[in-house]
């Protein structure tokens, strides 16, 4: 008897081997294709289809390719429905909905006439298939996300149109599916869009409260992940329960999720790193074994079934899409990504054929053929091969443009944010401000400061401080963002500040809010008093009495004359960078002639950010705005420094206001940077239109001609 036994027998069969090979495949896949120029996902596929049942019999598609394989397809909606821009996406939801509509009456339209005319299926049949031409996966969403453009308006278009083709799909399919089991009668179909509208309010109703509450009280990023999955997969069975497929749950739940995850966090990161790194591969590969590729050389009508539905699919999405292009005058480059996203087909294609060819009619037929069958299969592979070539093609080059733009409009000055890091409690409260108002265009822009004073300097404190550091640079990656960490010596925290903002360049600074340790103390205390006395640059002060990714809403309150601070636009951006990140609304308070300008810089170039304006007319009593702060808003206080343009003696009572009306509530207290020229409004101008623009530059005019006098 051999000490070894080296026999092979396929398919393997051991787990240890087939999570190894599926490994491998992950891993050498990309790295192969990137030399062939072949987009990943294809690889993937092609990669199923070799070591599948129908290519050299290596792996069997068993149960674990059943169960990575749905939890990855889940993961495909999930993350499509959080990696949306909400405020483009609201902005574009009639986009979406006509190409939605488009996209599925489109081909089932044409799908049923050449179905009934040409391959002389009957009436149920050609409904059931032509759906399947209406239908779409975002198998090539992957590659938005690798190129960086998930957010451009066409990739939101696409997404939105996605639910509602999908949807309707689903709905045919439900119905018919229903129909050979006895309750197609008309309360069957009434019932089933009551469940649909009903859960769907649920998910959209419950799943964000909940959301809410647990982030609030566990940041173990470990235990928010598996929250996260728990929701999708509720989600996602609720829909299965009421008769639907589970995607359109995923889906959702990635939708309603989107406020709470921030696209820069820590949780993102890895949710995207998991989905892409396991799952998403695993269903790709599982696709691929499901195509016989003996379907090319077998009978006539297999291979006439399959050109038609490769035909009609394929035209039915590019009319589709080429309409939406022409009724909103978009570019040819955002109909050709809106193109490769949305003609994938695999889930609800899958789906429906399944659900057909599972059918017994009365004579003993299936209601879809093996012909049908086969050919699904084969139109899998031509649709995920050409989506995934059109996206790739079409991501790449709105990647470079972008960058372009990017290059041209980069600002002169390099930002570079300091986070002074001394109580535990706070650093990932300030670490998550700074990563959610920094410019994700630029790197390196992230410094983390321990001041260890030189008069009661020891090892102990300085191993302190070095844990402190790296508790900041641990939440910093998480993000995908780098983070320098600087510990030095000096005579105190303040000093040291001061003295590595000027030596590293900094161009804000942000700090946790002084705790009072005696009556006599000063509400910012002596750190922030001294840091404004010595540093012109801007300075927040921040308190978060909740995560800042649950943060419902962002309340700014703008002093008279705020507009000609040196610093003005930076924080203005600063601001709807942030309410868009965190996609919440920003509520600006200023009286009458700030808000113009407010309204005019907003208008011109943060145009996507959902604001609001109202007047605060009476700075010197912020009572005023404790009908408009809840428990889940934040405030933002815009100050000054004494002696600046915009100071106003109202705010030396600023922090009695403050401990007295909001103590219960996240604050940010902001001194506006007093470096460079003041601000000339009068250079923005106004897209709205001439008659705008001449009013705007008239009450600019006078108002900067009265400041100049009065001053």
């Known amino acids: 008897m051999d000490l070894f036994d080296f026999s092979l027998k396929l398919p393997i069969t051991d787990p240890t081997w087939i999570f190894l090979l599926v490994l491998l495949i992950i891993l050498f896949a990309p790295i192969l294709l990137n030399r062939l120029r072949i987009p990943h996902i294809i690889g993937m596929i092609l990669a199923g289809l070799v070591i599948g049942e129908h290519g050299f019999n290596i792996l069997a598609r068993d149960s674990s390719f059943e169960l990575f394989g749905k939890v990855g397809l889940y993961y495909i909606m999930f993350l499509a429905g959080l990696e949306m821009n909400m405020s483009d996406f609201k902005q574009n939801r009639g ?15 044409i799908g049923l006439v050449t179905n009934m005319a040409y391959l002389k299926y009957s009436f149920i049949t050609s409904v059931l298939l032509a759906s399947m031409y209406a239908s779409h996966t975002l198998v090539a969403y992957p590659i938005v996300i690798r190129y960086g453009v998930s957010r451009h308006r066409s990739v939101s278009i696409a997404v939105g149109g996605t639910a509602v083709t999908d949807t309707l799909t689903l709905l045919v399919l439900a119905v018919v599916g229903g129909m050979f089991k006895g309750e197609s009668d008309g309360l069957f179909w009434v019932w089933l869009v009551i469940k649909v509208i009903f859960l769907g309010g649920l998910i959209m109703y419950f799943f964000p ?149 599972n059918i017994i009619l009365p004579n003993g ?124 010596y000096d005579l105190n925290i303040a000093s040291g500040i001061i003295h590595t903002a000027k030596e590293h360049g900094v161009t804000d600074v942000v700090i946790g809010l002084h705790r009072k340790v005696n009556i006599v103390d000063s509400f910012f205390g002596m750190l922030a008093e001294n840091l404004l006395k010595g540093l012109h640059r801007e300075v927040m002060i921040a308190k978060f009495l909740m995560p800042i990714n649950t943060i419902r809403r962002i309340n700014v309150a703008v002093p008279p004359k705020a507009e000609y601070e040196a610093g003005f636009q930076k924080w203005v951006e600063h601001f709807c960078r942030m309410g868009n990140t965190l996609g919440c609304r920003v509520h600006f308070f200023a009286n009458e002639e700030t808000t113009v300008f ?38 933002v206080i815009i100050s000054a420094r004494r002696g600046s343009i915009s100071y106003d003696p109202a705010f030396e009572r600023l922090p009695a206001q403050l401990g007295k009306y909001f103590a219960n509530n996240s604050l940010i207290v902001l001194y506006p940077d007093q470096l ?27 108002f900067y001609k009265w400041f100049k006098k009065s001053n």
Not at 95 to 108: D, N, Q
């Open 676 to 702: 460079g020229e003041p601000q000339d409004m009068l250079s923005f101008s106004n897209p709205r239109g001439n008659n705008e623009d001449q009013h705007y530059e008239k009450v600019g005019k006078w």
């Open 365 to 488: 037929e299936r209601l879809l053929n093996d012909d049908v069958l086969n050919g699904t299969v084969l139109l899998i592979l031509v649709t995920c091969v050409v989506s995934s070539f059109i996206t790739e093609r079409a991501a790449r080059k709105i990647a470079i443009d972008e960058a372009h733009l990017e290059a041209e409009n980069r600002p002169a000055e390099l930002e570079k944010i300091l986070i002074p890091v001394a109580n535990p409690d706070t650093i990932e409260d300030l670490v998550n401000l700074s990563l959610v108002i920094r410019d994700p265009k630029q790197r390196d822009n992230l410094l983390a400061l321990n001041v260890i004073n030189d008069n009661n300097a020891s090892e102990a404190l300085e191993l302190r401080g070095k844990r402190y550091l790296e508790k900041a640079a641990m939440i910093t990656a998480s993000a995908d963002v780098p983070l320098k960490l600087i510990s030095r």
């Open 209 to 357: 409260r909940i959301g809410r509450w647990f982030f609030r009280r566990y940041d173990d990023n470990v235990m928010q992940f598996i929250f996260v999955l728990a929701m999708v997969f509720l989600g996602a069975g609720l829909m299965e329960f009421v008769g639907m497929e589970g995607i359109l749950g995923a889906f959702l739940a990635g939708l309603v999720l989107n406020r709470l995850i921030p696209h820069v966090s820590p949780l993102m990161n890895h949710l995207e790193f998991v989905g892409n790194a396991l799952f998403i591969p695993y269903f790709l590969i599982g696709v691929g074994m499901l195509i016989d590729i003996h379907v090319i050389f077998g009978h006539g009508d297999a291979l006439k079934v399959a050109g038609v539905m490769i035909v009609v699919a394929l035209t039915g999405k590019w009319i589709a899409c080429w309409l939406t292009q022409k009724i909103y005058k978009m570019g040819a480059i955002e109909r050709e990504l809106m193109y490769g996203l949305s003609n994938a087909q695999a889930a609800a294609t899958l789906a429906a054929v399944l659900v057909g060819y």
């Open 598 to 635: 407010l309204q005019m810089l907003v208008k011109k170039r943060y145009g996507a950010t959902p604001t609001e304006f109202s007047r605060l007319d009476d700075w010197g009593d912020l009572l005023l705005l404790t009908g408009q702060v809840n428990y889940d808003h934040l405030l």
């Open 95 to 109: 986009k979406a909905v006509v190409l939605g509509l488009l996209a599925f009456i489109i081909p089932i339209g």
